[in-house]
């Protein structure tokens, strides 16, 4: 993206930061249009059992096999609420972290063009970075342990409050800042593209590729999903409330950028050619690259508890930001059967 391009979608996160919201009769801590799909976020996450903040109850977003679709789809209408109530004039743009790591000529994570002053949306905590021992994500029946960080020193969202979260909090405004806590560590032990990125896209079945990505295996934040939430830290680092940085919506555009490549690679003839000689040849078959599997319910692991997730399993959203939609309308970024609700492509070098 061109500076003046940057320059748009911050004024358009800004202005939906300064709209109404039009959630209030649902979640009492909901200030602003942009809390709005915060609060669809921490509400579809699953919630620790016996907290009252989950209204449209749905199988919960993460360790499941409706992750991505989830994901893509509140990515999909949080671009169209920027279009239609603060007529931006872009595309959702996505960050591709793997720019930021030593794998790319000795980069420094800090020194990512997205943690711009001006261009970009802040850096890190006005007191640098602190040890930050938590580990996540936590299983839903648990509670998350504190956060490490504080506000961000700079940037065109410093002075920006929230009060959702933290955590599953949805009814009492809890105003705070934007906390950060940069681990370039995690960033370079989890985002790079070859020793990272290119493992996950080789794995086959939708929600071996999904789990892998998200959260491989129980330890410490690892993966291309926590470990980019990680590495910028702070309240980004919690499950719930994570959405509130806006940084959270260019990482999961990346996240959905990947799965848009694995789906792409999978279906390539040369790329097909390769797996066939560790896979099944009906695993590789194009319609697999459709077929939705993973857990209905998560466990905090991501076992197969319950389930599996199908293609007409619903997506659940809150009335005040769209209608829920089922998997199968969002599988296709091209709508090129003209069944689903989408409409975009990914362009190389997005905000990176």
Same mark, same amino acid.
């Given at each position: 993206?061109?500076?003046?391009?940057?320059?748009?979608? *911050?004024?358009?996160?800004?202005?939906?930061?300064?709209?109404p919201p039009?959630?209030?009769?649902?979640f009492?801590?909901?200030?602003? !249009?942009?809390?709005?799909?915060?609060?669809?976020?921490i509400?579809?996450?699953?919630?620790?059992?016996?907290?009252?903040?989950?209204?449209f109850?749905g199988p919960?977003?993460?360790?499941?096999?409706?992750?991505?679709p989830?994901h893509?789809?509140?990515?999909?209408?949080f671009?169209?609420a920027? *279009?239609?109530?603060?007529?931006?004039?872009?595309?959702?743009?996505y960050?591709?972290?793997?720019?930021?790591?030593?794998e790319?000529?000795?980069?420094?994570?800090?020194?990512?063009?997205v943690?711009?002053?001006?261009t @970009?949306?802040?850096g890190?905590s006005?007191?640098?970075?602190?040890?930050d021992?938590t580990?996540?994500?936590?299983?839903p029946?648990?509670?998350?342990?504190?956060?490490a @960080?504080?506000c961000?020193?700079?940037?065109?969202?410093?002075?920006?409050?929230?009060?959702?979260?933290?955590?599953?909090?949805?009814?009492?405004?809890?105003?705070?800042c934007? *906390?950060?806590?940069?681990?370039?560590?995690?960033?370079?032990?989890?985002?790079?593209?070859?020793?990272?990125?290119?493992?996950?896209?080789e794995e086959?079945?939708?929600y071996?590729?999904?789990?892998?990505?998200s959260f491989?295996?129980?330890g410490?934040? !690892?993966?291309?999903h926590?470990g980019?939430? /990680?590495?910028?830290?702070g309240?980004m680092?919690?499950p719930?409330?994570?959405?509130?940085?806006?940084?959270?919506?260019?990482?999961?555009?990346?996240?959905?950028?990947?799965?848009?490549?694995? !789906?792409?690679c999978?279906?390539?003839p040369?790329? !097909?050619?390769?797996?066939?000689?560790?896979?099944?040849?009906?695993?590789?078959?194009?319609?697999?690259?459709?077929?939705?599997?993973?857990?209905?319910q998560?466990?905090?692991?991501?076992?197969?508890?319950?389930g599996?997730?199908?293609?007409?399993?619903?997506l659940?959203?809150?009335?005040?930001?769209?209608?829920s939609?089922?998997?199968?309308?969002?599988?296709?970024?091209?709508?090129?059967?003209?069944?689903?609700?989408?409409?975009?492509?990914?362009?190389?070098?997005?905000? /990176?």
């Amino acid at each position: 993206m061109c500076d003046d391009e940057k320059l748009e979608y *911050i004024r358009a996160v800004k202005c939906i930061h300064e709209l109404p919201p039009q959630g209030t009769s649902y979640f009492g801590a909901v200030v602003t !249009r942009f809390e709005d799909f915060a609060s669809a976020h921490i509400n579809a996450s699953t919630a620790p059992a016996g907290n009252p903040a989950t209204i449209f109850v749905g199988p919960g977003i993460h360790l499941t096999g409706n992750f991505l679709p989830w994901h893509r789809v509140i990515l999909w209408e949080f671009e169209t609420a920027l *279009i239609n109530e603060c007529n931006y004039k872009g595309a959702q743009p996505y960050w591709d972290w793997s720019l930021d790591t030593v794998e790319n000529n000795g980069a420094f994570y800090d020194h990512s063009p997205v943690f711009d002053p001006v261009t @970009g949306f802040g850096g890190n905590s006005y007191t640098g970075s602190m040890p930050d021992n938590t580990v996540g994500p936590a299983p839903p029946n648990s509670t998350f342990p504190e956060f490490a @960080g504080n506000c961000i020193k700079d940037g065109p969202f410093k002075d920006y409050n929230h009060s959702v979260g933290p955590n599953f909090n949805l009814q009492t405004p809890t105003p705070r800042c934007i *906390i950060r806590n940069f681990n370039s560590t995690l960033a370079n032990g989890n985002l790079q593209w070859k020793e990272h990125v290119l493992p996950v896209l080789e794995e086959v079945g939708h929600y071996n590729f999904s789990k892998k990505m998200s959260f491989p295996e129980p330890g410490p934040p !690892r993966g291309l999903h926590v470990g980019g939430h /990680a590495s910028v830290g702070g309240e980004m680092r919690e499950p719930w409330s994570t959405v509130v940085d806006p940084l959270f919506y260019l990482h999961h555009s990346n996240l959905d950028r990947i799965w848009a490549i694995w !789906r792409k690679c999978h279906l390539k003839p040369l790329y !097909r050619d390769v797996l066939l000689t560790f896979y099944p040849t009906e695993d590789l078959k194009p319609q697999n690259f459709w077929a939705m599997d993973g857990p209905r319910q998560p466990d905090g692991l991501g076992a197969l508890t319950t389930g599996p997730t199908s293609l007409g399993d619903i997506l659940d959203l809150p009335p005040f930001i769209s209608p829920s939609t089922s998997i199968r309308s969002v599988m296709d970024t091209k709508n090129q059967d003209g069944h689903g609700i989408l409409c975009y492509v990914y362009e190389k070098g997005a905000y /990176a």
